[in-house]
């Protein structure tokens, strides 16, 4: 089984900074990675698909990169509505999905 | 405008059973696969199983296999997650999603449903 590992688990940042959240894979998923961003009490929401693609309607200040094995979600200028905690997801070529275990994000 | 709603979950003993509904409505449901995935309080998002559209193809997570069923009707819109021999581990908010359309992202999500297995 394909295992993620997203790193830091928490963040404290000021609004307007630039965040950056990464995740491994341990083994290669090419570009077979997406990213979520869940507020409380809400279902996740789809933010980057294919590691680097912006879902229609998803502010530009996120973007997403990396193929492989190492993952970079950032947000380019942190608005307060951002805070929330973010996942990774890789599948493979059966469509298994497996996520990682979370960043929560927090205006410091 | 895309929709799921999932309805079914509840208070259960260990060792019982509950069957969980998923109703879509505002997209064309039988051209499109769909998962459940669930949450433990405070903890991460964990997937469970998947169907292709049809109903063919269908996978588990190591977790829950043998013990849990995901089915669907076209015809009625509804995904289906029967799950037997419940564990407190099992306990969480199920939801139920839509994977994008030649993509493995999930585009739509419902608002879940809360899966509580205690004595």
């Known amino acids: 089984d394909i295992q993620m590992t997203q790193s830091p688990s928490s963040l404290s940042a000021s609004v307007g900074d630039r965040v950056t959240i990464t995740c491994q894979a341990s083994q290669d998923i090419s570009n077979y990675l997406n990213w979520y961003q869940q507020k409380p009490g809400k279902a996740p929401k789809l933010l980057i698909y294919d590691a680097s693609n912006l879902e229609t309607g998803v502010p530009s200040r996120f973007s997403g990169s990396g193929s492989g094995t190492d993952f970079t979600f950032t947000i380019s200028s942190l608005q307060p509505e951002d805070i929330a905690t973010y996942y990774c997801?890789?599948?493979?070529?059966?469509?298994?999905?497996?996520f990682g275990q979370g960043t929560k994000l927090e205006i410091k | 405008q895309v929709q799921l709603v999932e309805s079914g979950g509840g208070l259960v003993k260990p060792g019982g059973s509950l069957r969980l509904s998923c109703a879509a409505s505002?997209?064309?449901?039988?051209?499109?696969?769909m998962s459940w995935i669930r949450q433990a309080p405070g903890k991460g998002l964990e997937w469970v199983s998947y169907i292709s559209s049809s109903g063919s193809t269908i996978y588990y997570a190591d977790s829950v296999k043998g013990r849990f069923t995901i089915s669907r009707d076209n015809a009625k819109n509804s995904l289906y997650l029967q799950m037997n021999s419940l564990r407190a581990e099992d306990t969480a908010v199920y939801y139920c999603?839509?994977?994008?359309?030649?993509?493995?992202?999930?585009?739509?999500w419902g608002q879940g449903t809360l899966v509580t297995v205690s004595s």
């Open positions: 997801q890789q599948y493979d070529n059966l469509l298994l999905y497996t």
């Open positions: 999603a839509r994977r994008a359309a030649g993509l493995g992202g999930l585009d739509y």
């Open positions: 505002g997209f064309t449901f039988s051209d499109y696969y």
